[in-house]
């Protein structure tokens, strides 16, 4: 069964930081780039930050300087480090993987369940 599973989310202080973790299933065939998106109330998910297979990495102007996007190939984990948080990153955070099942399956978009953010005093 393919899954993407999430951690690491839960309440914190402004200025806190969190740490996000996201474990691939060994069900895929190749992993290309992954992500973290997030989604608060009423507004449309948005990418906070990408990771290449080669490790190059894409952030949004919002979380430039505060959050950290890494991956562990060996793993498939990718991880999302959120440093100085701020109550406007309060969200669901989602793990996104574009992967293979197959070498002759295309690659398409998989998705985690989500894990809760929560910056507030």
């Known amino acids: 069964q393919v899954q993407l599973v999430e951690s690491g989310g839960g309440l914190v202080q402004p200025g806190g930081s969190l740490r996000l973790s996201c474990a691939a299933s060994?069900?895929?065939?190749?992993?290309?780039?992954m992500g973290w998106y997030r989604q608060a109330p009423g507004k449309q998910r948005e990418l906070v930050a990408s990771?290449?297979?080669?490790?190059?990495?894409n952030y949004a102007d919002s979380v430039k300087g505060r959050f950290t996007i890494s991956r562990d190939n060996a793993k498939n984990t990718v991880y999302l480090q959120m440093n100085s948080l701020k109550p406007d990153d309060t969200a669901g955070y989602f793990c996104?993987?574009?992967?293979?099942?197959?070498?002759?399956?295309?690659?398409?978009?998989?998705w985690g369940q989500g894990t809760q953010v929560t910056v507030s005093s």
């Open positions: 990771i290449t297979s080669g490790g190059t990495t």
């Open positions: 060994r069900s895929f065939f190749r992993i290309n780039a």
């Open positions: 996104n993987a574009d992967a293979k099942l197959s070498s002759w399956s295309p690659a398409r978009a998989y």
